[in-house]
């Protein structure tokens, strides 16, 4: 006997079966019995995809579970498991659904028994059928048909859609808007288990696209919607074209649906028209978030949020926090900042930004107000790759608490911040495969002490999970930093790097990691930071994580500087805005830890 998941399978005499208890405690039993495969491995792979397809099996588990719903879902079961068996190529199968004893499809659906005890589905798959004949065509160019659709292959029913949907899109992607499958014939040769699939394609006119037609529930104006949009009037027709428009639109934030469509007939001038349909969120949100750290302190934040400022679809955001809460060695920080972004200002590709902020900072070394304004633009290069540039201006006025007697100074920095981001990862909020990507480099000047100078950050995280059930995650991250031109005690405070707290290094305190210069401690002009992590799901809704992150800070990029590590493990709980998180962590080495940490607050750490 052998387990899967939570199901369990044994062996009946003479043939392969495998019975299993589907779940629903209303029920006292119910059943999977497979019969007819020789190999348990081939067995218990179909029983899990008849599982995942089976409406009685994601029936809610309570004695509350009605007798009318088991025989509704038993009904709608035999369609279910027909289409998974053909996806999986079988195409001579028997499915039986015994409710009690009595065939489910039988079962008048108006007098349904008043309790059931007992379901038994049976399915005999029979043989695996091999495609005989394979032809689809004509064919876009010489784009070969998707791998697997060919003579001797397993026939299975997904790679069959999957060629038909291929070849049409080939079509489409190369101008013929109206490509479709035009003759279809599918034949089971049962005797020799075999199907036999013969597609053939009208691929119509070739078309440009013409006229951008707007429609739907918008405040947006349609001139603005077609910029966003960007589909190429005069340029040949492309579905991936149509994808991209849907995605521009989509990234705004600003519509709860987009749909972009072809009209039904291609124009006499050889051109046809997209109809997109919109219909506009909530223009209007709210928001806030709390973290708490047994060094880092509590953390508040809130935002007002507007999706549609002036009509065009533009971002306005306001965003006030106060931090370090509760801390005897720091004072509490206050920033209040803004952003407000146009997209499609030059090309549908490219957005507008402008950013403002003031905050004043109360950290050991110094005391900190400031004042900045930046504006630029950000291009999407593809699906992937995103560039900024922009243009800024600082007014800080800084008091070094470091020096004896504390001393005061004005700063006012002029910087160019460009940077590049590659984004691959499947969730931004809860990543389990790919990578992220972003280097970010700010010269500037600053024009009081007639100071040049450049900031330097690079932050790269990987993901990758492991097992059928994808339950275990690697997370991986690594920072650096580099400040060039100004000595530390002239350098902008906040262009220092640190090391210790939430953002680089857990089981260490808040920024205790800095850099000595010549006996004085500040922040250091070179930085590394890495962290690992190894994620587990327990169940759909919680997980546990081991971690360990290490943190260097040092006086140049030249000259060795000092490090410190810290590790812990943590809990996560999902919910629709990405997991809570609690991670308990320790120092584990380096001569800056004071005993264990608490991090609580929502998202990954990386």
């Given at each position: 006997?052998?387990?899967?998941?939570?199901?369990?399978?044994?062996?009946?005499?003479?043939?392969?079966?495998?019975?299993?208890?589907?779940?629903?405690?209303?029920?006292?039993?119910?059943?999977?019995?497979?019969?007819g495969?020789?190999?348990?491995?081939?067995?218990?792979?179909?029983?899990?995809?008849?599982?995942?397809?089976?409406?009685?099996?994601?029936?809610?588990?309570?004695?509350?579970?009605?007798?009318?719903?088991?025989?509704?879902?038993?009904?709608?079961?035999?369609t279910?498991?027909?289409?998974?068996?053909?996806?999986?190529?079988?195409?001579?199968?028997?499915?039986?659904i015994?409710?009690d004893?009595?065939e489910?499809?039988?079962?008048?659906?108006?007098?349904?028994?008043?309790?059931?005890?007992?379901?038994?589905?049976?399915?005999?798959?029979?043989k695996?059928?091999?495609?005989?004949?394979?032809?689809?065509?004509?064919?876009?160019?010489?784009?070969?048909?998707?791998?697997?659709f060919?003579?001797?292959?397993?026939?299975?029913?997904?790679?069959?859609?999957?060629?038909?949907?291929?070849?049409v899109?080939?079509?489409?992607?190369?101008?013929?808007?109206?490509?479709?499958?035009?003759?279809?014939?599918?034949?089971?040769?049962?005797?020799?288990a075999?199907?036999?699939?013969?597609?053939?394609?009208?691929?119509?006119?070739?078309?440009?696209?013409?006229?951008?037609?707007?429609?739907?529930?918008?405040?947006?104006?349609?001139?603005?919607?077609?910029?966003?949009?960007?589909?190429?009037?005069?340029?040949?027709?492309?579905?991936?074209?149509?994808?991209?428009?849907?995605?521009?639109?989509?990234?705004?934030?600003?519509?709860?649906?987009?749909?972009?469509?072809?009209?039904?007939?291609?124009?006499?001038?050889?051109?046809?028209?997209?109809?997109?349909?919109?219909?506009?969120?909530?223009?209007?949100?709210?928001?806030?978030?709390?973290e708490?750290?047994?060094?880092?302190?509590?953390?508040?934040?809130?935002?007002?949020?507007?999706?549609?400022?002036?009509?065009?679809?533009?971002?306005?955001?306001?965003?006030?926090?106060?931090?370090?809460?509760?801390?005897?060695?720091?004072?509490?920080?206050?920033?209040?900042?803004?952003?407000?972004?146009?997209?499609a200002?030059?090309?549908?590709?490219?957005?507008?930004?402008?950013?403002?902020?003031?905050?004043?900072?109360?950290?050991?070394?110094?005391?900190?107000?400031?004042?900045?304004?930046?504006?630029?633009?950000?291009?999407?290069?593809?699906?992937?790759?995103?560039g900024?540039?922009?243009?800024?201006?600082?007014?800080?006025?800084?008091?070094?608490?470091?020096?004896?007697?504390?001393?005061?100074?004005?700063?006012?920095?002029?910087?160019?911040?460009?940077?590049?981001?590659?984004?691959?990862?499947?969730?931004?909020?809860?990543?389990?495969?790919?990578?992220?990507?972003?280097?970010?480099?700010?010269?500037?000047?600053?024009?009081?002490?007639?100071?040049?100078?450049?900031?330097?950050?690079?932050?790269?995280?990987?993901?990758?999970?492991?097992?059928?059930?994808?339950?275990?995650?690697?997370?991986?991250?690594?920072?650096?930093?580099?400040?060039?031109?100004?000595?530390?005690?002239?350098?902008?405070?906040?262009?220092?790097?640190?090391?210790?707290?939430?953002?680089?290094v857990?089981?260490?305190?808040y920024?205790?990691?800095?850099?000595?210069?010549?006996?004085?401690?500040?922040?250091?002009?070179?930085?590394a930071?890495?962290?690992?992590?190894?994620?587990?799901?327990?169940?759909?809704?919680?997980?546990?994580v081991?971690?360990?992150?290490?943190?260097?800070?040092?006086?140049d990029?030249f000259?060795?500087?000092?490090?410190?590590?810290?590790?812990?493990?943590?809990?996560?709980?999902?919910?629709?805005?990405?997991?809570?998180?609690?991670?308990?962590?320790?120092?584990?080495?380096?001569?800056?830890?004071?005993?264990?940490?608490?991090?609580?607050?929502?998202?990954?750490?990386?």
């Amino acid at each position: 006997m052998f387990k899967i998941g939570r199901f369990f399978a044994g062996a009946a005499l003479g043939t392969a079966m495998m019975s299993l208890p589907l779940g629903a405690q209303a029920l006292e039993r119910v059943q999977l019995q497979i019969v007819g495969l020789g190999e348990a491995e081939e067995t218990e792979a179909l029983a899990k995809s008849l599982q995942g397809s089976s409406v009685l099996n994601s029936l809610e588990k309570t004695s509350e579970t009605p007798p009318r719903d088991v025989v509704a879902a038993a009904r709608a079961d035999y369609t279910r498991l027909v289409e998974t068996l053909y996806a999986q190529g079988f195409y001579s199968a028997v499915v039986r659904i015994k409710v009690d004893g009595r065939e489910a499809a039988t079962i008048d659906p108006f007098q349904v028994p008043a309790a059931i005890g007992e379901v038994v589905i049976f399915v005999d798959p029979g043989k695996r059928f091999r495609l005989g004949r394979a032809q689809i065509g004509p064919l876009a160019g010489d784009n070969p048909p998707v791998e697997g659709f060919r003579t001797g292959e397993p026939a299975l029913a997904t790679v069959v859609r999957d060629a038909a949907q291929t070849a049409v899109r080939d079509w489409r992607e190369r101008g013929y808007p109206k490509a479709e499958i035009s003759e279809r014939s599918i034949a089971a040769r049962h005797p020799v288990a075999q199907l036999d699939v013969d597609l053939k394609i009208a691929q119509g006119a070739r078309a440009r696209f013409g006229d951008t037609v707007i429609s739907g529930k918008t405040d947006v104006r349609e001139s603005r919607v077609r910029q966003i949009a960007g589909i190429p009037k005069g340029e040949h027709y492309a579905t991936s074209e149509v994808e991209r428009a849907g995605a521009r639109l989509r990234k705004t934030g600003t519509f709860q649906s987009v749909q972009v469509e072809q009209a039904e007939a291609i124009n006499p001038d050889g051109t046809i028209d997209m109809e997109v349909t919109v219909i506009d969120r909530k223009p209007r949100r709210i928001g806030g978030g709390i973290e708490y750290s047994s060094f880092d302190g509590l953390n508040l934040s809130g935002f007002w949020l507007h999706r549609n400022l002036l009509g065009g679809a533009e971002r306005f955001r306001v965003e006030g926090s106060v931090s370090q809460i509760g801390l005897e060695t720091e004072g509490i920080d206050y920033k209040l900042s803004f952003r407000f972004d146009k997209p499609a200002v030059y090309g549908a590709d490219t957005l507008f930004f402008a950013t403002g902020s003031l905050a004043y900072l109360d950290e050991p070394d110094y005391l900190e107000r400031k004042a900045t304004l930046t504006v630029g633009v950000s291009r999407e290069f593809n699906e992937f790759l995103t560039g900024e540039l922009g243009i800024g201006l600082t007014h800080s006025e800084v008091t070094d608490r470091y020096a004896k007697p504390e001393t005061k100074r004005t700063l006012q920095i002029i910087s160019l911040p460009v940077a590049l981001t590659y984004d691959k990862r499947d969730d931004p909020l809860d990543a389990t495969e790919g990578f992220y990507l972003r280097g970010a480099v700010t010269p500037f000047y600053e024009t009081v002490e007639g100071q040049p100078g450049a900031h330097l950050t690079f932050d790269g995280r990987a993901y990758r999970a492991f097992g059928e059930e994808e339950r275990l995650v690697t997370a991986t991250r690594l920072q650096l930093g580099a400040l060039t031109g100004p000595e530390a005690e002239d350098a902008p405070p906040g262009m220092l790097f640190y090391s210790g707290g939430g953002g680089t290094v857990r089981g260490q305190p808040y920024q205790s990691l800095d850099a000595d210069y010549n006996g004085t401690s500040l922040g250091g002009r070179s930085f590394a930071a890495a962290s690992g992590e190894l994620r587990y799901g327990v169940t759909d809704k919680i997980g546990v994580v081991a971690f360990a992150d290490a943190g260097y800070v040092g006086a140049d990029m030249f000259e060795a500087g000092d490090w410190h590590a810290g590790a812990g493990l943590g809990l996560r709980y999902k919910t629709p805005v990405g997991p809570i998180r609690l991670d308990v962590a320790g120092p584990v080495a380096g001569e800056t830890g004071d005993g264990m940490q608490i991090y609580i607050g929502i998202g990954q750490a990386f």
